[in-house]
């Protein structure tokens, strides 16, 4: 994923990539539409919230170990199908993004 950001423009890194023989997609800065991930990310820290609630108010009380176990248990409760439909949206956002000439999309 290439959003324009200055580190992924680097010369050192584009020559790392293609040295690599690394495919890229290229697209718009600010495009969190864009990349799923960031949807993976939010469900899980809203089940974190709904099953710790400790975690929501002051994760700092949380000792580190506590804390991996939380975040292995929200990786694990992502639902397939969350992905999935996630995965099939790609296109459509790809479209929307395109059509938004790089703006805000309904994603």
């Known amino acids: 994923m290439q959003d324009n950001a200055s580190c992924h423009r680097s010369k050192e890194t584009q020559e790392n ?9 290229k697209w718009p800065r600010y495009s969190p539409d864009l990349n799923l ?16 609630y400790t975690a929501y108010y002051d994760a700092s009380k949380i000792p580190l170990s506590q804390l991996r176990r939380i975040i292995w248990e929200a990786w694990e409760a992502v639902p397939i199908d969350f992905i999935m439909s ?21 994603y």
Do not use: F
């Open 17 to 25: 990539l293609r040295i690599r023989r690394i495919p890229y997609i």
């Open 86 to 106: 996630l995965y099939k949206s790609w296109w459509r956002r790809c479209k929307a993004v395109i059509d938004a000439k790089g703006g805000p999309t309904k």
């Open 37 to 52: 991930i960031e949807h993976v990310w939010n469900w899980m820290k809203n089940w974190i919230q709904k099953h710790y």
